[in-house]
């Protein structure tokens, strides 16, 4: 006997329905926070995310894209490049940092000094900069990339001043299973001292409590997308 259960389909992927959800719940929390709402960028995950979303979202609307590897993203990007702005939001090996450079409109990984040399090194070369973060390790956990808190005011004075990187923004991870507001106050700190205005901080969990420590990019996957 078939079981009923089994014949009925999973519902569809409404990404303009998807989109709108958390857009509503970016601008609640912006103004809960006193803030504008169009201050707050929407960056919609789409690593390893199946092709028939992320083109929905595309066709929803949504611009703005976050890939973790430079390979998966040249393989998805390189031909519909056009009208889109794409963040690598992954760990950054030197090799890659030429096609990063190429290719990329913001990279939010920037975390040790050899990464800035090779950095400057290839923006020169190319003649464009893409805009750039630095990431940091607010739980100083060692399985972790990122600058070490007590350490960032130096990196960031060095990638200004030796490298000469304008660096844009600050990013962190919060440790899993801990409260994420004292990480977003950390990194909204480090960036006020140091002149930085742009705080990528908050995913799919949390981003409205990144949005009230500051953060003016959320980076949002499975609430957006779906499970994979």
């Not at 169009?38 to 949504?62: H, I, N, Y």
């Not at 894209?65 to 030197?94: D, K, M």
Request: glycine content about 8%; some cysteine.
């Amino acid at each position: 006997m078939t079981d009923a259960r089994s014949t009925i389909a999973a519902p569809a992927f409404d990404a303009v329905a998807a989109r709108r959800a958390i857009l509503d719940r970016i601008a609640a929390a912006a103004r809960a926070a006193g803030r504008d709402p169009a201050d707050v960028t929407l960056t919609a995950v789409s690593k390893m995310q199946p092709e028939e979303r992320v083109a929905a979202m595309l066709a929803a609307g949504q611009r703005v894209f976050g890939e973790n590897r430079v390979q998966e993203a040249l393989a998805r990007w390189r031909h519909r490049r056009e009208g889109l702005e794409l963040r690598l939001i992954g760990p950054l090996q030197t090799n890659k940092a030429r096609e990063a450079v190429a290719f990329f409109n913001v990279i939010e990984t920037l975390d040790r000094p050899r990464l800035a040399q090779v950095l400057a090194q290839e923006i020169q070369r190319a003649g464009r900069a893409p805009r750039l973060y630095i990431e940091v390790n607010t739980g100083e956990e060692p399985q972790k990339a990122g600058v070490m808190p007590p350490e960032a005011d130096a990196f960031i004075a060095r990638c200004r001043d030796e490298f000469g990187l304008a660096v844009e923004g600050l990013m962190c991870i919060p440790p899993a299973g801990e409260p994420s507001g004292p990480h977003f106050a950390l990194t909204a700190k480090i960036a006020a001292r140091n002149g930085l205005r742009k705080l990528s901080m908050g995913m799919s969990g949390d981003f409205e409590t990144a949005i009230g420590f500051g953060a003016t990019s959320v980076r949002v996957g499975t609430a957006l997308f779906g499970g994979r």
